[in-house]
């Protein structure tokens, strides 16, 4: 007996953990060092040229990326907690629809089904500003006389990018907590009522203790994935007008492939991947607080 | 009577602001989706008309016509492209919930030593941004030359929902009782047996719903696509509808078209696995 | 002084009427059951009364003020859920203050309501808990302490103790029956258990597919059953119940039996009258085994084979068959009997009751 025998759990996890690790954990491992080289894909010699920190002391200094990084963070910021509190909005709405309800559900999940690149396209479509449905129906109102350059000015391009981040995303947080309001058992609510609350007040000493737990899988799920938002930039303005939507995303996209300064690149991306992982971490953990206590309580 | 013809007005006044709401989120929800399926019908034209025209005068599917008539014809080869995204996604699904079965099982039914890190550890690698795992993948893909090749990028995608497909794999053989497989072997069955005659059929419906999230993660993936092809080798559409961006003037038209393609199986598919896919995801959080 | 009063109270879903315009006067302090088989509507009415459920038609005043449309939190009622919808994340004494705490009540007096509650119903030891942590019982005294802490017009109790266990229930009957000696208020309480109804209301009010069969004391809904329904469905074991022919001086079952006609239904009824025949089986008995001694001129005696015998100590349920059918009777003080043995049975017809086979109406007018 030389071979020790697996457990039947680890053979079993053996299969993910081997894929995760050829295509994710080694080829980042890779990528890590590359940081620590002057490397381009031009010039592969260069892939062993050891010159330290030189690249993140670079971008540290870059007020370019600083710029992304803080526009990521802050697009982040207004996009999950505005879509928190619509997707609540909307699961409140359809839950408390009498009729239809099965429709509504489905027409809830719509914009799940579509890809960031077709969300990207479709706003771009819909804000352009010559031939997007926005403007045509401004002006078609009298709101505004004039073509709104959308996405060619850089606040209001932010503006838009946001709203396609919320469209496509606020679904995924709709679904889970209307699953959250249909477990829900309803005589606590009933009580609460009786017991003189307002809606209101019902709301937030009852059913929102309740629900809590599936705005943190929402939450964590969607944390999972934040940098689909590169998809829908790159599509609706690639980081422009002069780099005035540019994300960390799209700037460790430009630099690897434009530029081919893979180095750089792999030093900025590991920025972008502790973004996530923080995002990620810090959601998880709530998520696990939140399951014990309803797991406990309810 | 007074307090309770306010209380009744009250009452009225509610549900009317709730059925505007509801209106006004359903429209907002849907609005993006009709207007490229209308632009898709409608001649250019008309879509580039100023005023603008809101009632389509002209319904026609030239442009689906035009997009399957192939290269040179102002067409791009979709055929290709679709026939790349078909072959990628469902092989890498197919793979993806192998593996993942495996470890959804092992998450459910065994206890281990650092369980919750290990779970969470898998979730983390999910977390890793498609661009910025694009570059290391890219310099190593070249290296092997596999660079613009199917193989290629079915094994990135397999990776990429190995991890939620276990989480939701996970929620689902939580929702099959022990007792049955327990049961199962009373009755004779190796814990191998128990598995396929009685866990498995029971945890079927979710894992299928949890195979199509992972074929429209696939279907619709981007950044990682966009960089490991180059032609119609690989290119799935999602990297196709660019074909359209590439030029000075936009096609519009052709772009809601191909829209429209490549939205119709996703929503098919999403329909059809809604009700599971929510069960799955929420599982954990009712039973801890 | 009515303190609820429900007037031609009507629920409809749809074109689906479940509760028929119902009218009822609660009195001041009285404790009122609601009882009547599943899908009766007595659920129902009580959530109209709490204002859980919209009303289709009518009227409800509490405390004479028509509170119809008001929201719940303004009709100054408490309630008593069947799962006790004890708020899961709030500790017991957050639980019972909860309401006060909306209301905005002082810190202080929030506190001495919790504690006389939690006194009454000896809580005390259990105030830093959460509700996971306690026992179906002790949820329920939870769920009771949170209603008296309001100090409201009306408790509304929605079938409290079906949860429990069969012992848990008799002791918490006793508890809800002493807590109403102690608190004197208004109840109005839903059950379809009609011992419960029995051993703790003032009125019990039977309802069946949203009518109101009876209102009436335990007394007079045992002894004069209005209709044939509430025959049945009040006492245990249920009446004896059979169809049958008036004929002279005589009711004619369907096997070809015949019992008299019960002397005081004689001007009631005339020969050929469809009737159901009712007796409790309290009122058939092997001869001095039985409750009452009787009246000579209305005991009637037939000699029966017993077929089945429950004993449950104190006395026997004797299972007997009579036109062909099983009749159930109370033999107390019993004498061992088994399946097979004939034995005499008194028929106290002084204690019959007739139902019209048509109405279901009683006959004894």
Not at chain 1, 157 to 180: D, Q, Y
Request: hydrophobic fraction near 50%; include cysteine.
């Amino acid at each position: 007996m030389t071979v020790k025998r697996l457990s039947a759990p680890t053979l079993l996890l053996l299969p993910a953990v081997l894929v995760l690790a050829a295509v994710v954990v080694v080829p980042l491992c890779l990528s890590f060092y590359s940081s620590f080289t002057p490397f381009r894909l031009t010039r592969p010699e260069t892939f062993f040229t050891f010159i330290g920190l030189r690249s993140y002391r670079n971008i540290l200094s870059d007020a370019n990326f600083w710029w992304a990084f803080g526009r990521t963070v802050l697009l982040l910021t207004i996009a999950l907690n505005l879509e928190m509190l619509l997707g609540l909005g909307l699961a409140l709405l359809v839950e408390k629809a009498s009729r239809g309800q099965r429709l509504l559900r489905t027409i809830m999940m719509f914009p799940m089904m579509f890809s960031p690149i077709l969300v990207g396209f479709q706003f771009k479509f819909m804000f352009n500003d010559n031939i997007g449905l926005v403007n045509n129906a401004l002006q078609s109102l009298g709101v505004t006389r004039d073509a709104i350059p959308w996405l060619i000015e850089g606040h209001l391009a932010f503006v838009a990018i946001s709203i396609a981040e919320i469209w496509s995303s606020t679904s995924i947080f709709a679904i889970l907590i209307l699953a959250g309001l249909l477990a829900m058992p309803k005589e606590p609510v009933e009580a609460a009522r009786v017991d003189g609350c307002t809606p209101w007040q019902t709301f937030r000493y009852v059913t929102w203790p309740f629900i809590m737990p599936f705005a943190y899988i929402a939450m964590t799920i969607r944390s999972l994935d934040v940098a689909r938002a590169y998809d829908i930039v790159k599509i609706m303005t690639d980081g422009g007008p002069a780099g005035r939507t540019e994300l960390l995303w799209t700037l460790v996209a430009r630099t690897a492939y434009s530029d081919a300064r893979m180095g750089v690149a792999n030093a900025m991306a590991y920025f972008s991947i502790l973004l996530s992982i923080v995002f990620t971490v810090y959601f998880f953990k709530k998520l696990a607080a939140a399951r014990t206590q309803i797991g406990a309580e309810w | 009577m007074d307090a309770n013809a306010s209380a009744r007005l009250k009452r009225r006044a509610a549900t009317i602001a709730h059925r505007v709401g509801l209106f006004l989120a359903m429209l907002f929800i849907c609005l993006p989706g009709i207007w490229i399926v209308l632009s898709s019908l409608r001649p250019t034209v008309e879509i580039l008309a100023k005023p603008p025209i809101w009632i389509p005068q002209q319904v026609s599917l030239d442009a689906y016509v035009a997009m399957f008539s192939g290269v040179g014809k102002g067409g791009i080869p979709v055929l290709d492209y679709f026939r790349n995204s078909l072959i990628i996604s469902v092989t890498s699904t197919v793979l993806a919930i192998a593996i993942g079965m495996a470890g959804g099982y092992a998450f459910a039914r065994y206890r281990f030593r650092g369980k919750s890190a290990m779970f969470l550890g898998l979730m983390l690698t999910r977390t890793v941004p498609g661009i910025a795992l694009s570059l290391p993948l890219f310099f190593v893909y070249a290296r092997l030359d596999i660079i613009d090749t199917h193989f290629g990028l079915i094994l990135a995608y397999v990776a990429l929902n190995v991890p939620f497909t276990i989480w939701l794999i996970d929620g689902f053989f939580r929702q099959v009782p022990k007792d049955l497989a327990e049961a199962a072997q009373i009755d004779g069955c190796t814990r191998w047996q128990a598995f396929w005659q009685v866990e498995f059929p029971l945890a079927g419906p979710g894992i299928a719903s949890a195979g199509i999230f992972a074929f429209l993660t696939s279907w619709n993936e981007f950044a990682l696509a966009s960089q490991l092809t180059r032609s119609i080798n690989s290119k799935t559409l999602p990297v196709g509808l660019l074909d359209y961006t590439a030029e000075f003037t936009i096609d519009w038209r052709g772009m809601c078209a191909l829209a429209v393609v490549m939205i119709i199986p996703a929503l098919i598919l999403t329909f059809i696995v809604q009700k599971h896919l929510v069960g799955g995801l929420t599982s954990g959080a009712v039973k801890g | 002084m009515a303190i609820v009063s429900l007037k031609k109270l009507t629920k409809r879903y749809g074109s689906m009427e479940i509760v028929h315009g119902i009218d009822l006067d609660v009195a001041d302090r009285e404790f009122i059951a609601l009882v009547g088989p599943s899908g009766c509507g007595k659920s129902t009415t009580l959530r109209m009364i709490a204002g859980l459920e919209d009303i289709s038609g009518g009227t409800i005043e509490i405390g004479e003020r028509i509170v119809n449309d008001l929201p719940p939190r303004s009709r100054n009622i408490s309630m008593v859920f069947q799962s006790y919808a004890l708020y899961p994340h709030m500790t017991v004494r957050e639980n019972l203050g909860f309401s006060l705490k909306i209301a905005g009540a002082p810190k202080e007096e929030m506190d001495r309501r919790v504690a006389e509650a939690s006194a009454i119903l000896g809580l005390d030891a259990l105030l830093e808990r959460r509700p996971s942590q306690l026992s179906g019982g002790q949820r329920q005294r939870v769920a009771m302490g949170r209603a008296i802490v309001r100090d409201p017009d009306v408790f509304l109790f929605d079938e409290p103790l079906s949860n429990l266990d069969a012992k848990l229930r008799t002791q918490m009957r006793t508890e809800i029956k002493k807590l109403h000696a102690k608190v004197k208020s208004t109840v109005i309480y839903v059950t379809h258990d009609q011992v419960e109804a029995m051993t703790l209301a003032d009125r019990i009010v039977i309802m069946r597919d949203g009518y109101i069969e009876q209102v009436g004391t335990p007394d007079e809904v045992f002894q004069r059953p209005a209709t044939r329904f509430v025959a049945g469905f009040i006492g245990s074991p249920p009446m004896n119940l059979q169809e049958a022919t008036v004929a002279d001086g005589k009711v004619v079952f369907a096997g070809g039996q015949s019992l008299p006609l019960p002397i005081r239904f004689k001007a009631k009824v005339n020969v050929g009258d469809k009737v159901v025949f009712g007796l409790r089986p309290d009122d058939i008995y092997p001869a001095g085994h039985g409750l009452h001694s009787g009246d000579a001129a209305d005991v009637h005696d037939v000699e029966l084979p017993v077929t089945v015998t429950e004993p449950l100590g104190n006395e026997t349920l004797v299972f007997a068959e009579f036109d062909r059918r099983d009749w159930v009777s109370r033999m107390l003080n019993p004498k061992p009997l088994k399946a097979g043995d004939r034995v005499a049975m008194h028929f106290d017809l002084s204690q019959a009751h007739l139902f019209s086979a048509e109405t279901g109406k009683s006959l004894r007018a």
